[in-house]
């Protein structure tokens, strides 16, 4: 086969091409860009490091930081221990027969716009919403009471948004998991708490990482669903990023911020990855 | 614990219970914001006002329904128009990447292979920013040495095409590669023994095999590019797409023409997404 070594050269060029133009104009290009931009003055443009400056000594801009990053863990962490009991029913315990339906079922809202999915949400929470009218209808309450634009609503709201995301990877490498490890486990007298600990958890461990490292990145890049559901006077760091672009129209402060949110992601990625002993370029197979 | 094990009633009808409720949390707002959409109201709320389909064909003066709303009609249009281009350009791009990292060896094929992932890793706000930097600067220079202005650099059409391009491809190339990664490359072999050249193996043996595979990609693309929000937003210009639209109508207090609009999307994209499910293709990563 060495032989056709001379025709495989041009389709290297027309696979390379293509991609390589992808990759350097729409990824590379823009985010050096993105860091250019973010150590220039709005007015000035020249060379400065206020805009980072600005986010240090301000405390509304690193309170959202610091804010926006602990509910990303706390979501991602919700997430992760509703998704293991229900891909486990859905792997483990239910009938075949479910199964299948089990898996349509739980798929289909996942290609619902998130838009949506929060849009039912509020029409279900709100002072005027189907809750508020079924409740005081039977009773339980006197009054509406406003269940929308808080924090508890909207970490709800960011857990329901993603949760799929996390349960699918999970469903993916527990559908492999041999039942006999665990029936070997159960017969030697195991706990049922020590067979999650040292095997479902340990084997499920590449679909926890790269579920927990898509929820995670999707609730830290959310805007629809803390703007919409949650609280007025509380924001969510991509808000703060939104109004520096397009409301103030300062785009080296937003880019400073951009960079910030893309600084802090890929660290907590990588800390994550390193704790639990996995790869980024495997999880993510 | 599992099927094959015995375990206690209360177990097994907890877990029962668990996954009822995991269900009905799932379901619960799309299914609210389905029937509101059949309510003879003017607000999507309780209580029940009799049936109507006045939200879908109503043409005034009280209830303009949704066909005869040329506002959100145009944005449908554009979103269809938007999804159409990137599945496209992301299906034709992607099929090209999950050759190169598949069937191709080059230096520095490990750090390309990276820089295809990180999309997954960057929140879709700060790509679309990074991409209206860049644009913006390129037209800028563009102009500023060659005397031509071009349109296509700022917010528009095209924008929010590459933009929804530039992550998607990365998860159609996830998808394609993972079949690829599958295929018996004796076959090629064999075809090349028989005579065919590069180009004749690739279209008539391996591209069949990755039918499905394509299929399930493009599929996804479209709905991804759909429901895009994030990155769309930084890059829309006059043309705004359905989900921009439909955010300030939510912001701004809605009428049941949204309900209307999201009862439609939940039926076709569950259609697609069974159907796309069923031909088995498309296994997420």
């Avoid at chain 1, 390379?16 to 823009?30: D, T």
């Avoid at chain 2, 076959?187 to 028989?194: G, R, V």
């Avoid at chain 2, 912001?251 to 039926?267: C, E, H, M």
Wanted: aromatic letters at 14%.
């Amino acid at each position: 086969m060495k032989s056709d070594r001379q025709p495989i050269r041009w389709s290297f060029f027309i696979f390379f091409i293509p991609v390589f133009l992808w990759l350097f104009l729409l990824i590379v290009l823009p985010h050096l860009e993105l860091l250019r931009m973010s150590f220039l003055g709005s007015r000035t443009s020249t060379f400065t490091l206020n805009n980072y400056k600005a986010f240090f000594t301000e405390p509304i801009y690193w309170l959202t930081f610091v804010r926006t990053a602990m509910y990303s863990i706390l979501v991602t962490f919700i997430v992760l221990v509703i998704s293991l009991p229900v891909a486990f029913y859905i792997t483990k315990i239910s009938s075949f027969k479910l199964q299948g339906l089990l898996m349509v079922l739980i798929l289909v809202p996942f290609w619902v716009s998130e838009l949506i999915r929060v849009y039912g949400w509020m029409i279900l929470l709100r002072e005027s919403g189907v809750l508020n009218s079924f409740l005081v209808g039977i009773g339980i309450f006197k009054e509406p009471v406003e269940m929308l634009y808080n924090d508890v609503t909207m970490v709800m709201g960011l857990v329901y948004t993603s949760m799929l995301f996390m349960v699918v990877p999970i469903i993916g490498v527990m559908g492999n998991l041999d039942d006999s490890l665990i029936e070997a486990a159960h017969d030697l007298g195991a706990k049922k708490i020590v067979i999650w600990k040292e095997i479902i958890i340990p084997y499920c461990m590449p679909g926890i990482m790269s579920g927990s490292i898509i929820v995670f990145m999707l609730v830290l890049g959310s805007y629809l669903t803390p703007k919409l559901m949650g609280g007025k006077n509380a924001l969510w760091f991509t808000e703060q990023i939104y109004n520096q672009i397009i409301v103030y129209f300062n785009w080296n402060q937003g880019s400073a911020f951009g960079f910030l949110l893309l600084l802090l992601s890929s660290l907590i990625i990588w800390i994550a990855l390193k704790l639990t002993r996995q790869e980024f370029s495997k999880v993510v197979k | 614990m599992i099927r094959t094990l015995p375990s206690s009633k209360i177990y097994k009808a907890g877990f029962r219970l668990f996954i009822v409720i995991f269900l009905v949390f799932l379901f619960a707002p799309l299914i609210i914001t389905m029937i509101l959409a059949f309510n003879d109201s003017m607000f999507p709320s309780l209580p029940w006002k009799g049936f109507t389909l006045d939200w879908f064909f109503g043409k005034g003066p009280k209830i303009i329904g949704l066909f005869n709303d040329s506002f959100n009609l145009r944005g449908i249009a554009t979103s269809f128009k938007v999804a159409v281009s990137v599945s496209l350009l992301s299906t034709m791009v992607g099929t090209l990447a999950a050759f190169l990292f598949e069937q191709e060896n080059f230096r520095f094929k490990g750090a390309l292979y990276f820089l295809m992932i990180a999309p997954l890793v960057i929140p879709g706000v700060i790509l679309g920013i990074s991409i209206l930097l860049f644009t913006n600067s390129l037209s800028i220079f563009i102009e500023d040495t060659f005397g031509i202005y071009l349109k296509f650099l700022t917010p528009s059409f095209g924008l929010v095409v590459l933009g929804q391009f530039s992550f998607i491809t990365t998860i159609v190339t996830m998808i394609i590669s993972a079949r690829l990664r599958k295929f018996d490359r004796t076959l090629e072999e064999a075809a090349a023994n028989l005579g065919a050249n590069r180009f004749q193996v690739i279209w008539f043996i391996t591209l069949k095999y990755l039918r499905p595979s394509i299929i399930g990609g493009a599929a996804i693309a479209f709905l991804m590019s759909f429901e895009n929000f994030n990155t769309t937003l930084f890059l829309v210009g006059s043309q705004s797409t359905l989900p921009i639209n439909l955010y300030q109508q939510v912001r701004d207090g809605s009428t049941p023409v949204i309900n209307a609009i999201s009862f439609i999307l939940i039926i076709t994209t569950s259609i697609v997404a069974v159907a796309t499910l069923n031909r088995g293709g498309s296994r997420k990563s």
